[in-house]
């Protein structure tokens, strides 16, 4: 039951949920991430440490990089459950949708030069 318990609390919150189907799109650093949410660096990574403690993301270093993707399901059947459905869900959902329309704009590099 912990694990069906970590994989619900951590779909508790919109902002993950917003990560996730942000996700499903594109891999993600933590940056383009931000950038696309609007929040800070330090809350976007507590919301992606949470998301990948319940199974539901992965992560990957690519040189100074961290990359965040979708989880393949294989940490969790829950997860697993939840990432195949979740794929059908939310897509119409207004706030769902505006935001994913801004997602191929969002470029690491561009984020860096205006730091």
């Given at each position: 039951m912990?694990?069906?318990l970590r994989v619900m609390k951590a779909l508790s919150d919109p902002?993950?949920?917003k990560?996730?189907?942000i996700l499903e799109r594109r891999m993600m650093c933590v940056?383009?991430?931000q950038?696309?949410?609007?929040s800070a660096q330090s809350t976007a990574s507590k919301h992606l440490k949470i998301l990948e403690d319940a199974g539901l993301v992965a992560s990957y270093k690519?040189?100074?990089w961290v990359n965040y993707t979708l989880a393949d399901g294989r940490q969790s059947p829950f997860?697993?459950?939840i990432l195949g459905n979740l794929r059908h869900w939310l897509n119409d959902d207004p706030e769902v949708s505006g935001l994913l329309d801004g997602i191929?704009?969002?470029d690491r590099f561009e984020i860096l030069n205006k730091n």
């Open positions: 912990k694990e069906f902002t993950r949920v990560m996730l189907k940056c383009e991430l950038t696309a949410l609007g690519d040189g100074l997860a697993a459950s191929d704009r969002i």
